[in-house]
Nanobody, 116 residues
């Protein structure tokens, strides 16, 4: 059974940092794309950052130069380093893994709250 387990969320003051982790079991990261999304109440889930099979990364404009996505294939874990956090970054953050054949897996979400 495939599981993605996120951790690292919490409460932080504006300007602070957090590092989210997403540990996968039941799958490997080989030939898969990965991404972090976030969602606030009443809003659609939005893409925060993604990393391709080849390692290319992309970011939402709102987080560029502040967030960094990475992965450790040996540990089957992906990360989102979040610096210079702002209150508007407050959301539930989800990791997503997708394979070329089309299967997609989501984590359960981790709450990030940034106080002003």
């Amino acid at each position: 059974q495939v599981q993605l387990v996120e951790s690292g969320g919490g409460l932080v003051q504006a300007g602070g940092s957090l590092r989210l982790s997403c540990a996968a079991s039941g799958i490997t990261f080989s030939r898969k794309t990965m991404a972090w999304f976030r969602q606030t109440p009443g809003e659609e889930r939005e893409l925060v950052a993604g990393i391709s099979i080849g390692g290319n990364t992309n970011y939402a404009d709102s987080v560029k130069d502040r967030f960094t996505i990475s992965r450790d294939t040996a540990k089957n874990t992906m990360y989102l380093q979040m610096n210079s956090l702002k209150p508007e970054d407050t959301a539930v953050y989800y990791c997503k893994v997708a394979e070329i054949a089309g299967r997609i897996w989501w984590g359960q979400g981790t709450q990030v709250t940034v106080s002003s």
